[in-house]
């Protein structure tokens, strides 16, 4: 499994980052600590406060007791750490393994494959994927722009712009919202895109963005460089070439023995 910074053709983040909190799931809980946090603040420099100054507004008004206050905040910063704790736990690790493979495309030449994993340790569902493309010739500096990404279709359109075959250089796999990355506990991937030796020639970087909802209702987001690694010599597939192909040797015939009358079966009188 490769996982480098992404270099050529626009930067990208290549590590896994959460882009999203679930609002109900951790804004809520924040929320509730940080007013009872603010009721405390109150409660306290109310309480140090002289007598004949309580009696006067604002200070008159007594929000909580003490008693109550201090389970209600344990309970607060309690459910606060233990949410962030599951989060923790149940996070994906979306990861990406390429290889050289046979089979994949037409013709006897092997194609790059990439393929993505969940190696957490609870499922993700798919939220949505996009792609980036840049043809051979074009340069792009600096972090890839929103709008730049494109989805399933937009991207084939893209690359039968630049003289691509679907199905013949490249085969990409379509991935719908709730699509699920089974913690399976191995390297197990799911194909995302198989990419033959002219598309590596005529594609200068093809970025793959997946985004992935886990079970507390986090995303997170993963850009993956499909291409990366396939341009590196010790990647080169291993193929056998035509001239060194075996070729069937013709058995010899074993002759008769000398005293055996040619023409004669062996064994017979």
């Given at each position: 499994m490769v996982s480098a910074p992404l270099g050529r053709g626009g930067?990208?983040?290549?590590?896994?980052?959460?882009i999203r909190r679930n609002r109900w799931l951790f804004t809520a809980p924040l929320v509730l600590l940080c007013l009872l946090g603010a009721v405390l603040v109150w409660e306290i420099v109310r309480g140090n406060m002289s007598e004949a100054s309580r009696g006067h507004w604002p200070w008159r008004l007594q929000l909580m007791s003490s008693e109550p206050l201090a389970s209600l905040l344990a309970v607060a910063?309690?459910?606060?750490?233990?949410?962030?704790?599951?989060?923790?736990?149940v996070?994906?690790?979306l990861g990406w393994r390429s290889d050289y493979v046979a089979g994949e495309l037409p013709g006897e030449s092997k194609a790059w494959s990439t393929g993505v994993f969940n190696g957490g340790q609870h499922n993700a569902g798919v939220h949505r994927v996009d792609y980036f493309v840049v043809p051979e010739g074009e340069v792009l500096d600096g972090p890839v722009p929103e709008d730049a990404w494109m989805s399933l279709r937009q991207a084939g359109e893209r690359l039968g712009e630049i003289g691509l075959r679907p199905a013949a250089d490249f085969r990409l796999t379509s991935m719908g919202a709730g699509f699920p990355l089974v913690a399976t506990g191995t390297y197990e991937t799911i194909v995302v895109g198989v990419?033959?030796?002219?598309f590596i020639e005529e594609v200068r970087a093809f970025h793959l963005r997946i985004q992935v909802v886990d079970s507390v209702g986090d995303t997170h987001e993963r850009v993956i460089d499909c291409l990366k690694g396939a341009r590196e010599p010790v990647a080169a597939p291993v193929e056998q070439p035509r001239s060194a192909r075996p070729v069937p040797v013709p058995v010899p015939r074993t002759a008769p023995p000398a005293d055996e009358p040619e023409g004669r079966p062996l064994g017979r009188s």
């Open positions: 930067s990208a983040p290549d590590a896994q980052r959460r910063a309690g459910a606060v750490l233990a949410r962030a704790q599951y989060a923790r736990t996070r994906p690790m990419f033959s030796k002219r």
